[in-house]
């Protein structure tokens, strides 16, 4: 009878698969380029669980680092990038225009800086070896750091590695400091290697991740970005409906136990529609020309960018 029933299980399970496969074939596509970044997850949640598709639109993930989504997006391979506010200005700066929909989360501990013994602060490091990757959040986040106490980013020794290769790094003993983010960050908690001297619960609203298409895809397609708007908006709904099996889709995507995924997710805050309302409005509109102005000095940008089109909050209203 058990074998009788499971073989109705998954009789069922291939049907439901092919039903929805077909269902995606016939939908407009749409390629998005992010990393294993807790902060995304719900992106991956609206995926697994066939949110997308039941919005109207089929999505491919693409995981790559952050110094490719935008060369990825410029020659068509991705319509759509998650990213950090600063990175989209390093995006756009660089000739690829992009314009932000969505707010995603924001970086509420997820984000950190692990050191050796002996290292209490910044003022600390200067001259210090440090992992951190280049022309991303990490480097933005560093300069902005240490902007606030009198440094510069040329005071230290930086090594360009992606935030799993700086964690892991790290706890290998071979840097002084790393800069990195969840999952990555509990690499260094769980192994008790040197300690946390900041996180970004210590900067909030300063690394806040968001949905962006370039102006022209937006024009032509804009059913297709509300659709995964609104499929945001229900995979937040999923979590707190279904948060068992929410944590194990989720926590599946990046080598995670659903228990070890929750873990990581209360270093994050994910942004809902009426935060996304108020954020996309007011806050943003003025924390691109401050995060604009910061990566101008620390030579993070060859040239400001124009950031004047680089928000629209209609989708989310």
Known sequence: ???????????L???????TSALGADLPKVTLAMSGWTGFAPITLAQKAGIFERNGVQVEIKKMPTSNRHQAMASGDVQAITTTVDTHILYASSGVPVTQVLVLDTSAGGDGI?????IASLKDAKGKSVAVQFGGVPQFWL???????????????????EPKDAANAFVAGQFDLAVTYEPYLSTVRTNNAGKIIVTSAETPGVIVDTLAFQPDYIAEN?????????????ALDMIKAQPDEAYRIMG??????????????????WYDRDMNRTYMAETLPKFLKEANDVMAEARLVRRPADVSTMVDASFVK
Do not use: H
């Open 1 to 11: 009878m058990m074998r009788r029933c499971f073989g109705v299980a998954a009789a």
């Open 13 to 19: 399970a291939v049907a439901v698969s092919a039903a």
């Open 114 to 118: 692990a050191a050796r013994d002996g």
């Open 143 to 161: 300069a902005y750091l240490l902007k606030q106490q009198g440094m510069k980013l040329d005071d230290l020794k930086l090594t360009n590695l």
């Open 222 to 234: 804009p059913k297709v970005v509300q659709a995964m708007v609104k499929s945001w908006f229900e």
């Open 252 to 269: 599946a995507d990046v080598n995670q136990t659903p228990e070890q995924f929750q873990a990581s997710a209360k270093f994050v805050q």
